[in-house]
């Protein structure tokens, strides 16, 4: 009499072990999708993280939210209690997209004969004038 309830014990226990594992791959496959997707990468690429990350019954979803995007992915439990009972578990990750900006580093920086050159790029708070009144 104690033989099945213990073999119900396990299958309980693997069932929700199953769905923890399915769980944190979920939500690594939502971060490095919402990551790709801040980065400007396309959907096509999100489809290929979140497969490769999180299985290949894993669906992602991608909206926006102003500058914030929201990618969701979604998938069932697997295993053998996962195909009995429908599960379906979801993770959610936001990331702020990058919009491309005049910076420092993409402004013209070095001028002739290696010297430096302030002029047209960004001040950055009396560095330029601390500069030039060492280099006086």
């Known amino acids: 009499m104690t033989l099945p309830a213990v073999l119900l014990l396990l299958a309980l226990l693997l069932a ?10 979920l939500e690594e496959a939502a971060r490095a999708g919402a990551r790709a997707l801040a980065r400007g990468d396309g959907h096509a690429v999100v489809d290929g993280i979140v497969r490769r ?3 290949d019954g894993a ?14 992915v979604s998938a069932r439990v697997a ?3 996962g195909s009995l009972i429908p599960w379906r578990l979801s993770a959610t990750a936001s990331a ?6 005049s910076s420092a580093a993409t402004v013209p920086f070095l001028a002739r004969d290696g010297v430096v050159d302030f ?11 601390a500069v030039e009144e060492v280099a006086a």
Not at 16 to 25: D, P, V
Not at 59 to 72: F, K, P, Q, R, Y
Not at 96 to 101: C, I, L, T, V, Y
């Open 16 to 25: 929700g072990s199953a769905a923890g594992i399915t769980q944190l791959r």
């Open 53 to 55: 990350l999180a299985g």
């Open 59 to 72: 669906s992602a979803a991608v909206s926006e939210d102003g500058e914030w995007i929201n990618v969701t």
């Open 79 to 81: 295993g053998p209690l």
């Open 96 to 101: 702020r997209g990058e919009a491309p900006q």
């Open 119 to 129: 002029r047209g790029s960004v001040p950055l708070l009396g560095l330029e004038a």
